[in-house]
C-alpha cells in the first residue's frame, strides 16, 4: 500500500527543490539586510570622548571645599596630626547631561560603594592627600549630576597628614596645621583646582583638639612642580590650613610656677647666719637638684627637638641661677673664714637684689626674644 504512494512523494519532494534553488528572492532578502545593517553602522555616531578623560576643554576646573569636623590628635614629635572632615569637588561634564522628562528624575544620585564605583557612569576626580603620613581613609561617598552635568561629589575623609611645626614659643605657642590634597593622576595643565569659598562652613565651636584651642581655618591654592618616575609634573594642590594654639596652663601650673618659687625660695641663703655655711650649701644643692628633676620632667613631657624653645631656656637660667647661688655661698664662706666679715656681708647684701633682678631680667628678655622677635621676623 506504501509502494503507492512512494512515487509521488518523490516527485513532489523534487519539484519543491528546484523551486527552493531557482527562487531569486532569498538571496537578495540577504544582500539587503547586509547593506541595512552597513547602513546603520555608517550612521551610528562616534564617541569622540573617552568618558575616562577630564571634560571639555583643558584644564578642567574642579572646585574644591573642605568641612573641618575635628582633629583627633597633634603628636609634636613626628610633626603629624589626625583630623577628619567632609571633601567636597563641583565640576561640569556636558556628557553627563539628561533629559529630566525622559530619565523621569530631576537630579541623579550615586551613593555607597557600589553606586558610585560600579554605576558611576563617567570621569570624576580622584584627589590624594600629598602630605600623607599614614592613614587616609574615604567612605560615606554621594554623587550628585544635575540635567545640565553639573556634578558634585562629597565624601568623607579620615587621615594623617605631615606638617610642619614650630616649638620655640613652647608653652605659648601656635601652629598651622595643612593638609594638602592635589588631583592625582592630572597635571594642572589637564585638571585644575580652584577653591570654592562658599563650600568651606567649618563650624568654629564644633572642632575640637586635645590640648590646644582651634582658633580658625583657611584654604589656597598652590602650584607646586613633583617629581614622578623620573618626569616633572606641576600640580595643582588645595591647601587647608587650620590655625591651633596650644593651652598653656597645664605646663604652667605644673612646671613654671613650681619651679619659679623654689627659686626664689633659694635665695633665702642670702639672709641666713653666714656662719652656717653647711646649711646654706645644702639648700642651695636642694635647689639645683630640683631644677634637674625638672629637666627631667620636661624630657619626657615634651618631644625631644634639637632646637631650643622658651621652656628649656626658663629650665636653664633657673638652673644656672641657683649654681651661683652656691658658688656665691662659697665666696661668703671663704671671706669669712679669713676674717673679713664685713666683705662677705656686703656680697649677701648686694647679692638679695641683683640674683632677682638678674633671674626675672634674663627671662623677661628670654620672651622677648622668643614670643615677639620671632613674630616680628615671621
Request: proline share 5%; charged share 20%.
Amino acid at each position: 500500500m506504501l509502494d503507492g504512494y512512494r512515487q509521488p512523494l518523490k516527485l513532489a519532494f523534487a519539484v519543491a527543490l528546484l523551486l527552493g534553488l531557482s527562487c531569486p528572492t532569498l538571496p537578495c532578502r540577504a544582500q539587503s539586510g547586509g547593506a541595512a545593517a552597513q547602513s546603520a553602522a555608517a550612521t551610528k555616531p562616534a564617541v569622540e570622548t573617552w568618558l575616562g578623560l577630564p571634560p571639555g576643554d583643558r584644564p578642567c576646573v574642579v572646585r574644591a571645599g573642605f568641612h573641618l569636623e575635628g582633629i583627633a590628635s597633634i603628636d609634636e614629635e613626628a610633626e603629624t596630626f589626625e583630623f577628619t572632615g567632609v571633601l567636597t569637588l563641583q565640576w561640569n561634564d556636558p556628557r553627563q547631561a539628561f533629559d529630566p522628562a525622559e530619565a523621569g528624575v530631576d537630579e541623579k544620585v550615586y551613593q555607597g560603594d557600589y553606586q558610585f564605583n560600579e554605576l558611576a557612569p563617567a570621569w570624576y576626580p580622584q584627589v590624594a592627600l600629598a602630605n600623607r603620613a599614614g592613614l587616609f581613609e574615604t567612605s560615606a561617598t554621594i554623587l550628585r549630576v544635575q540635567p545640565d552635568g553639573s556634578s558634585i561629589l562629597r565624601q568623607t575623609v579620615d587621615a594623617v597628614a605631615k606638617t610642619t611645626l614650630d616649638m620655640r614659643k613652647v608653652p605659648f605657642d601656635s601652629q598651622s596645621l595643612t593638609a594638602v590634597f592635589e588631583a592625582f593622576g592630572f597635571d594642572r595643565g589637564e585638571v585644575r583646582l580652584v577653591a570654592d569659598e562658599s563650600a568651606d562652613q567649618t563650624d568654629d565651636a564644633g572642632v575640637r583638639v586635645p590640648q590646644w584651642t582651634f582658633r580658625d581655618v583657611g584654604c589656597s591654592i598652590v602650584d607646586a612642580e613633583q617629581t614622578a618616575a623620573g618626569e616633572s609634573i606641576g600640580s595643582s594642590r588645595y591647601v587647608v590650613t587650620a590655625e591651633v594654639q596650644r593651652k598653656s596652663l597645664f605646663l604652667v601650673r605644673l612646671i613654671v610656677m613650681p619651679l619659679l618659687i623654689i627659686v626664689m625660695l633659694s635665695w633665702s641663703v642670702f639672709w641666713m647666719d653666714r656662719a652656717s655655711l653647711g646649711d646654706r650649701i645644702n639648700l642651695s644643692f636642694v635647689g639645683i637638684l630640683t631644677a634637674v628633676a625638672y629637666q627631667i620632667v620636661v624630657g619626657d613631657i615634651m618631644p625631644h627637638i634639637s632646637y631650643p624653645t622658651l621652656m628649656n631656656t626658663f629650665l636653664n637660667i633657673s638652673f644656672y641661677t641657683m649654681c651661683a647661688a652656691a658658688v656665691v655661698n662659697l665666696v661668703v664662706g671663704a671671706a669669712d673664714k679669713a676674717g673679713k666679715h664685713r666683705r662677705g656681708e656686703k656680697i649677701d647684701h648686694r647679692c638679695r637684689i641683683i640674683f632677682p633682678a638678674a633671674y626675672f631680667g634674663m627671662i623677661s628678655i628670654a620672651a622677648v626674644i622668643y614670643l615677639i622677635g620671632q613674630q616680628a621676623a615671621e
